[in-house]
């Protein structure tokens, strides 16, 4: 993939449809992005999950266009999609055939049920042991339309009915995917929720060992038809680096909390030493379509320590909740439905409450780790918490997930801190000094500063916590020794020369 910026959205909450987002990406948004990141574009995109509960994973929703569409945005762009690797919704027609025909169906052994894990039964412990983002048990008791009685597995909601990925019928479903997406130009695939892909009768069934298997043999059948793979998982930091080994690229989730957290305490210790351990090969984000991670910068699940003390989560969560007005408390855990235990939802600048030239130093630092940035289509016009949606919705993620007009993109792209966070975007995806290496320093703890430099040039990311500014000077080709720098603070000059 380019070493460029990436847009990450839903095409209807930004631009209402492919055509739209093409015609976007084309005029304001010209120069900001080299890929897009297309959350799910399947049908339909408002089932349960806002689309991450595909009926028909194969077909691009009618109100958004065509496969015509999608290869016609990847001619200007790099696209990466989403392969929903766990689930399938119940009104999938593989489901809809089980259902009637039950477990005659050709499709039966395509659906995991409670006795397909558990062949021998189960015990308290065993199902204690099983790993879940949300409260409860990971089961539905289903009535099917023919009459039989199953305990489906579904990890998310019940809605979504896990597949077993290593049944024929799954794997055909799953490389089926696969070719329509090469037949579309997609040049990179995003395994959702592949870490609860693999259940195991007396383990966590998330993450395990089978697991990285089933990952690797997913990886190289995306290879063979030229696509790149991108792994989502939310766990320990040590498993992320541990299955960055064996793909293209991994999440850095890690890195929205760290942020928040060196800024709130005026500290960047803790990302300081993560930036020295954390995998090259990342993705580097920090809001995206679901809420603010704690579970990457926590403890493990075997008590391994976190990069973060449970003392200092706290203290970043509830920050946040003061900093948002008590908004993202409202959208968190059990005050709304969606449940995630380890995230917190809020928009990234609710977080920051709202202070511009935090934003902006967040951003800096975002785009000078290593890796391959996406920005978010909310976090892009500094958006913040759409209570309105919440209200009606009552799903907590959807506090993130405004549905833009036309009208308040032409607005937000005239804000002064956006008009800035273009500036330094549009650097980065230019400059020539990011094709090369990076360098760390750390005089204290307040200071951080990210060199990148690739021959004569070079471009220098300084961070004071203690003035809370972010200072970005680099070579500026063509002018001599004169450099040109770009300055976090409001009220400085967006960008300028520096004699």
């Known amino acids: 993939m380019y070493n460029k910026i990436q847009l990450v959205t839903y095409v209807d909450r930004l631009s209402g449809d492919l055509k739209g987002l093409k015609e976007l990406s084309e005029g304001g948004l010209s120069g900001l992005f080299g890929g897009v990141h297309l959350l799910p574009f399947f049908t339909p995109i408002d089932g349960a999950d806002a689309g991450f ?220 030493h993560w930036l020295t351990v954390r995998p090259q090969n990342c993705v580097t984000v920090l809001d995206t379509h679901d809420g603010i991670g704690v579970i990457d910068v926590g403890a493990g699940p075997g008590g391994e320590a976190g990069l973060l003390s449970p003392a200092e989560i706290d203290r970043l969560v509830e920050t946040i909740h003061s900093r948002s007005n008590g908004e993202s408390r409202m959208a968190t855990g059990a005050a709304a439905n969606n449940l995630d235990l380890y995230q917190v939802n809020c928009t990234f600048f609710d977080a920051l409450g709202r202070r511009e030239n935090e934003y902006l130093i967040a951003r800096a630092l975002q785009f000078f780790v290593s890796g391959i940035p996406q920005v978010y289509y909310v976090g892009l016009f500094a958006g913040t918490n759409d209570m309105d949606l919440l209200a009606r919705s009552r799903v907590g993620r959807d506090i993130n997930r405004h549905f833009c007009t036309p009208a308040e993109i032409h607005a937000s792209l005239d804000k002064p801190v956006v008009r800035r966070l273009m500036d330094l975007m549009r650097l980065r995806n230019s400059h020539t000094a990011f094709a090369g290496e990076a360098q760390i320093e750390m005089p204290n703890a307040r200071r951080l500063s990210i060199m990148w430099k690739q021959a004569e040039h070079w471009a220098t990311l300084d961070v004071d916590l203690h003035e809370m500014r972010a200072l970005v000077t680099y070579s500026n080709p063509g002018a001599g020794d004169i450099a040109a720098r770009w300055d976090s603070q409001v009220g400085a000059a967006a960008l300028e020369v520096a004699r």
């Open 53 to 272: 509960d595909p009926v028909d994973h194969t077909e691009v929703d009618a109100r958004l266009g065509s496969w015509a569409d999608v290869r016609r945005l990847g001619v200007r762009f790099e696209l990466v999609a989403d392969l929903i690797v766990n689930h399938i919704s119940s009104d999938s027609p593989q489901f809809k055939l089980f259902s009637k025909d039950g477990t005659a169906s050709r499709f039966a052994g395509m659906f995991l049920t409670f006795d397909r894990v558990f062949t021998a039964g189960a015990r308290e412990e065993d199902l204690l042991q099983i790993y879940r983002p949300r409260p409860g048990l990971p089961f539905t008791n289903v009535t099917l339309k023919c009459g039989e009685k199953h305990l489906l597995w579904t990890t998310f909601t019940p809605q979504q009915i896990d597949i077993d990925v290593q049944h024929p019928e799954g794997q055909a479903y799953l490389e089926t995917i696969l070719d329509h997406f090469q037949e579309a130009g997609i040049r990179m695939i995003r395994l959702d929720a592949v870490g609860y892909a693999i259940k195991k009768a007396g383990t966590s069934c998330f993450m395990i060992p089978e697991t990285f298997q089933f990952i690797a043999d997913l990886t190289a059948l995306a290879h063979v038809r030229g696509m790149e793979v991108l792994v989502e998982i939310h766990s320990h930091y040590a498993q992320q680096v541990q299955i960055a080994k064996q793909v293209d690229c991994v999440y850095d989730f890690a890195l929205p909390p760290l942020v928040l957290h060196s800024l709130f305490s005026r500290d960047a210790t803790a990302l300081r």
